[in-house]
């Protein structure tokens, strides 16, 4: 089992996490992006995209249930209208399908080329929820689309993207303007929820600007949290509604509604770990409050490319 | 800036994460450990014993006051007497003395050598708390000063020990019998805290051992987690105790306590923290219902030595 | 262009060196290896067998011809007939048959998955050498193909072969046994060269055990020895015989031999790099004049494998 | 034995070399460079200025012996007066002090704070050769010295020196100026021998353009290189007369010379060590011949700083 191979996470030019790997399972350079699926020895399949892990096959339940259940399970009506802006390898979207009252999802990613790999190589993720009738498919910028549902409103909005690097296809959305066209295709019970960084006492700017811009548009705005352990880090999430606050509800009402709206079984979520998620430690409460810019398509928030740090 | 200068932890043998650093400011033996105190790029003076990261001055608060906190909080009265096995750096000693009843603490480290340079070196984890009046340093094994202590017992018991490597001197503090020396020396108002090892969805066998070996002892055992940016990493810890429940207070009571039975101003932990670290996952927590073996002196739990892995 | 994967070619516990790749062209296990072709960035192609590296498309007619052609030029007539053990990759082969008197190349590798690889993968080593009508190729244990050659004898005899780790396929193939095997299928004015491990100042015991082993045999053994910069690394190589001495030529009369021998243009090798491999720094002649131990059939050289350092 | 303090040899982005060290001896900043003196596992005491690794106390004999002796020998009538720049750990004048014929050799190097540390750390080194009455030591610019040294003449000046990246001390040192001013201040009989950085197939535009910018100036002009394994490649140096070639010589004459001029034993360098040194490989003789440009004051020749590769 080799252990001369291995991937190095760069964090920064002073912290790198390297992970041994056996295998490239697949290797190729979209118009939008550099992606490998390595076989990790700790996590498994791991997804990277320009050098940076979107997710493993050891924990991608810990990510994708906390970025889409908290929402379903805060809103005062059960959602029946989603609309998913990236959310490329299908488990963002498997979790959506658990909503029993779900109609419809319209699942917008960018890149055709890196959906057709992960229908073929990811079936532990998408589980055939690429394939569910619900489920309408199209390859397209997600915002552009977003702006065009005219006569259409939505209960839930994710944003399941990456992060916002220079130049790359995901940077126009997390800005006011953006977040704007989602407050309008949002049903007043709606809510949205982002991907929202890296989330820890030592990076969080990215995050705290992120919150602060919804801030501008959305009464109700709510940071959360979760350890991913292939991540080497906590991982951000932002929930922003007009109404429905994930911080109205104790672990018993969360567990409730979990029964009633959910189906299937889940690994990670449920109201203890509802309650861990939205409760952040003072420190980080604090740089929340007191950091981040006001992000807008004239001054978008550029990460550095794991490249180049 | 240096940046050719690395200290790798390694996790396994499939998983390094590589701190940068401009200097050793302090490297030598001691009759029980190799020591160094790097000044790490990314998160300030970081101590190493035997390759392994006990703490760094970036987010040492977060360790130390979640090792000591939670339990001050959760006992019906707060704490005159307390006992400390090992702590060598001195925060978790800083913590205790918070407490505003405290009468008296006695320290127990093993390695004399090792707390001379930390009085030196770190007193920004310290800030004098060796020299408080209230405090008696020992430098023994503390297991066996635990053991002398005939007419004496303790409101509170906490370790803060090195991982128990094969024949390191920590190795003895873990096992049911230890425990039971403990529960023998607390008041029944009283509570244990032990460091808990790594905890995280996939490495818990420890946590979830002494866990295990607790609740062979005490009545009330809890599990908690704290995510260490500077471990990449959430640790965990272990309360135990014969009434006093941590679970038992919602966030507002954790405040009103922290008002009445602390002095100074906390940095990690208040209501909100104090929810969020008693709050596992859904995995981990059935994780640690099904894992777990029960030390004893004679089987005791053997970690690999970081240069073994 | 990546700069997140990397291969660590492991020297020691204490050496690591890291090659960053784009790419892993190939990756299998065949029966006898583990096998990966990788795309690194410094060096291009690069062949890696469990974890070693075996030879790169930017400097591998480095190695390859300083294996080949000495021996060539130092018999005092030009082959005819050759029999080469191992030699995967074909490169080996291709200077074999420059040699313009050459009749006849037996090139016997026990592992024909891996061969059949390298003919469609490593076009730029092999030239097409593989289909060359003087050559027969043959998979199975070359010791044994040999032994069976009943009325052959041959002009030169090259080994080829991975490091001998505990229970390879090369482990046989470097004792005196084996070399007393190759002096009886050698004709009079014929020689043996043998890659011959890392040389160099700090790692050299295989070597000098092979010369040890060598001198048993033959009459004439020298050692020769070349930095090839994908090893990052002097290379050593032997050369065995009955008459013929590489020590004889000064470069004026290798350069006379190369012209009338040898066709097709060289890269590396000739009269002043034939003086220049020959000739070892003082403190390593000496080194192996005091070193190595005989290896024989039941006391083989067995290195680590790369994966246990 | 520690295991987990790395240092990073950074040849380029995709080429990084680590090596395991269990203590930091010295580490500081002068005016000049950053220094770091590490005991590195594989090779001793390891000098490191600004992330480069300077020499190693287990084969710092390879470099320093090759750097000196060749001249030494080369020229007609042995050296009596001689001229070093830089050469700060003492082993370069330690070899110029073996001429037995020497009688004063100035040793000019600016960084005086760094000299003070290897006359206390690097005893093995130097072995009292600053402290030799032979000896001038200066410190300050060693060009500038040089020059003011106006009714003096030289048999030989050696550079040694660090790389010339850019704003670094030695930047001036590698300029056909500088040659020129060496060329004035040597006897007809004199030599000059730089260091003459990284000397391999992948790595040799450095090397390239000093000997270019020497044949400018000086009609004899000699590439050399030497493996030394810490640097873990081939090393140049370059020697430049009016009259002197080390290429008129056989090993025997260089030997007989060695008895006649030298003091003490050699380690590395003999007659077969001289004609190993000065026979590159065709290749790299190519290289060297259509390759590198004139360096100037006007164009220096900057190398990227180690940290910023």
């Known amino acids: 089992m080799s252990g001369w191979l291995w991937f190095k996470d760069r964090f920064s030019s002073s912290e790198i996490h390297n992970h041994a790997f056996s ?25 990277l995209i320009d ?21 379903l399970m805060s809103c005062s009506c059960s959602p029946t209208k989603v609309f998913l802006c ?34 073929e190589e990811l079936p532990e993720w998408h589980q055939g929820s690429f394939f569910d009738p619900r489920v309408t498919l199209i390859h397209m910028d997600a915002r552009k689309l977003l702006e065009e549902q005219e006569d259409q409103s939505f209960d839930a909005i994710y944003t399941d993207l990456t992060e916002p690097v220079n130049g790359g296809p995901s940077q126009m959305l997390y800005s006011k303007e953006f977040f704007s066209i989602c407050k309008s295709k949002l049903n007043p019970n709606g809510f949205l929820v982002a991907q929202g960084s890296l989330l820890r006492i030592n990076t969080f700017e990215m ?16 940071s959360y949290a979760v350890y991913v352990p292939s991540f080497d880090t906590t991982w951000g ?3 922003a509604s007009l109404e429905a606050d994930p911080l109205a509800f104790d672990a018993q009402e969360i567990n409730l509604r979990i029964q009633k709206r959910l189906s299937g079984k889940l690994r990670y979520y449920d109201g203890i770990a509802h309650q861990h998620i939205f409760s952040l430690g003072k420190d980080l409460r604090e740089k929340l409050n007191s950091s981040g810019s006001i992000i807008t398509d004239h001054l978008p928030f550029s990460l550095k490319k794991k490249s180049d740090l």
Chains 1, 2, 3, 4 share one sequence.
């Open 86 to 119: 990236g959310g490329g390898e299908g488990a963002t979207l498997r979790e959506i399908l658990r909503c029993k009252t779900l109609e419809s999802v319209i699942k917008c990613d960018i890149d055709q080329e890196a959906i057709q790999m992960y229908m």
């Open 23 to 47: 295998k490239i399972l697949r290797s190729f350079n979209t118009n939008y992006q550099e992606i490998q699926l390595i076989d990790s020895i700790s996590f498994g399949k791991m997804l």
């Open 207 to 222: 995050h705290a600007s992120i919150i602060k811009t919804m801030k501008e548009v959305f009464p109700i705005v709510r």
């Open 237 to 239: 999430f932002a929930f």
């Open 51 to 71: 050098g940076d892990v979107q997710s493993s096959l050891f924990d991608e339940y810990i990510y994708h249930e906390s970025l889409v259940l908290p929402g």
